[in-house]
């Protein structure tokens, strides 16, 4: 049997723009300039998975299970050149200035190509977000700076976030499991600063990056009330990375224990005011689990264009497998659920753009006025002066607060939706996939082996898909996001009191 041929499969990733998002192409017709951004982000990353990934996520993975500790150098490097780590940062502060939206594009295509690698972007693209919801202007200029000028160089400022503890995930990650949750970490106040003890686990790019926004209590007794995100460099006295896990999959982007011993910093490193739990953390994971949205259709996606192909070049019984018609109807499965997949991350991506993170990035007209002015002039003191001033900080803390209780929960509920939808359908396609290649699918150079175990990560993090479904009970079925009116008519006997 003749095998897999990289040539062929790559010819099948050509589609147009309005072809992959109908919805943003008709909708492009009344924001021509998202339209050219996205179709250009589509195009440039289009580019780099051809000129890159396809040809190396093979090699970078074998070269991972050889030595965890290997670093994806070429990766950072040939991602560096398209400026990748800086699409979303704003022009004032050095980056692309594109939206969070043209991101999580670039993410799916860049997915369908190696999870891994797209991974080793997104998560740094998380602690962007992370920082910014903070409202802290002048450290969201700091690290922006620092990392655009490493890109620059071809050796960017990496970025991790960290959150989960040795024994505690999922309740890390919603407000009401923290109250109860099994903390080992803690920032104490100290003369000048903080006292930094414990250990964060799981951190993805946390052996790579140089800077580690850590998410931590000043008092674990009381974490709703006293949980901060603290900037923190991998020099710092105190701080060490751990293990790097042998992980299952998503290779290229690696996971680390992060470990704080009397580690030191001060008062400045503390991002926010108001403690993160609430308002802050939900409107970063309403952005950010859409964002994992587009890494399930990217799952879906690759593992169809690979069956595809597979099922266009062997034969079976003398036709090929496409002539047949059980394989036809797995493949129209295949191609239903990419295009399912990509409906519910999108609908995630225009409900933050309207009620979540990205809605406040608009408002302050950040991306809007400085693509009008030109570099020198963003770069200008006085430009810098305005975007970190304590003004800009609080119109950012006002827009977060200003937003509708039923707003923040509509683009959470998008993004849990998204996230658990389409991280399944990533699943079943690698599934159906297998089903079309049969043994061949099981071979390192099929793709279709790695895809799964790429795959299955998704529905791990950014909260688990149950924590999601959760999630989603809370803001999407039990309180505004679905628009039912809960509340019995007058004299109706009732046999449950509606929960709040
Ligand atoms: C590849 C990878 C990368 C990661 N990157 C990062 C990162 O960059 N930063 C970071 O901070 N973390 C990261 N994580 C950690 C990730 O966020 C956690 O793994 C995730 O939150 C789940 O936590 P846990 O693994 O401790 O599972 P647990 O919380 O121990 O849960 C175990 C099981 O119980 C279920 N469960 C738990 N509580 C409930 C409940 N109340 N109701 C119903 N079911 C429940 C869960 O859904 C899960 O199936 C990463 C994880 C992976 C796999």
Not at 87 to 113: C, D, K, Q, V, Y
């Amino acid at each position: 049997m003749k095998h897999f041929d990289p040539e062929a499969f790559t010819a099948q990733s050509e589609q147009s723009f309005s072809q992959m998002y109908p919805a943003l192409a008709a909708l492009g017709k009344h924001r021509p300039q998202a339209l050219k951004d996205y179709e250009r982000i589509l195009r440039e990353a289009r580019r780099f998975r051809r000129e890159y990934i396809e040809p190396h996520a093979l090699e970078v993975e074998r070269a991972v299970m050889r030595d965890p500790t290997y670093v994806a150098e070429g990766a950072i490097r040939a991602a560096s050149e398209y400026g990748f780590f800086s699409t979303m940062i704003p022009r004032a502060f050095g980056g692309g200035g594109l939206s969070f939206g043209a991101m999580i594009i670039a993410l799916e295509e860049l997915g369908a190509g190696c999870l891994g690698i797209s991974n080793l972007l997104g998560v740094h693209g998380l602690a962007l977000a992370t920082v910014s919801a903070t409202g802290d202007l002048a450290a969201m200029e700091k690290v922006s700076r620092l990392l655009t000028s490493g890109e620059r160089a071809g050796r960017p400022h990496l970025l991790s976030t960290a959150i989960t503890e040795p024994s505690a995930g999922t309740d890390v990650e919603d407000a009401d499991f923290l109250r109860v949750a099994r903390l080992v970490s803690e920032a104490t106040p100290v003369r000048g600063g903080y006292r930094l003890n414990g250990r964060k686990v799981f951190i993805s790019n946390g052996s790579i990056a140089h800077t580690h926004v850590v998410i931590l209590p000043t008092d674990k007794k009381k974490p709703v009330e006293t949980t901060f995100a603290f900037l923190v460099e991998t020099t710092t006295p105190g701080f060490r990375v751990g293990r790097v896990e042998r992980k299952m999959g998503q290779k290229a982007c690696p996971a680390a224990e992060l470990i704080f011993e009397d580690c030191f910093v001060p008062e400045s490193a503390r991002l926010n005011s108001k403690p993160l739990p609430g308002r802050a953390i939900e409107l970063v994971l309403g952005a950010t689990r859409g964002g994992v949205g587009a890494w399930g259709t990217a799952a879906a996606r690759g593992a169809f264009e690979r069956a595809l192909v597979h099922a266009k070049t062997q034969r079976l019984d003398g036709r090929f497998l496409i002539d047949h018609q059980w394989v036809q109807i797995k493949l129209a499965d295949m191609q239903r659920n990419v295009m399912l997949a990509r409906a519910s991350y999108v609908d995630a991506m225009l409900s933050n753009e309207l009620f979540g993170l990205s809605r406040l990035a608009a408002r302050n007209g950040m991306n809007e006025i400085q693509r009008l002015l030109p570099q020198r002039v963003l770069d200008s003191a006085a430009v810098k002066k305005v975007m970190t001033s304590r003004r800009a900080r609080e119109g950012f803390q006002a827009a977060i607060d200003e937003l509708a209780d039923w707003e923040v929960d509509t683009a959470s509920a998008h993004g849990s939706a998204a996230k658990v939808s389409c991280t399944d359908l990533g699943m079943v396609n690698c599934h159906l996939a297998l089903e079309v290649f049969g043994a061949a699918g099981l071979r390192h150079d099929s793709g279709i082996e790695k895809i799964y175990r790429d795959a299955k990560l998704l529905q791990i993090y950014e909260g688990t898909n149950q924590l999601n479904r959760i999630e989603l009970y809370k803001r999407g079925v039990n309180r505004g996001a679905t628009g039912l009116d809960l509340t019995p008519r007058p004299g109706t006997p009732v046999e449950h009191e509606v929960q709040p």
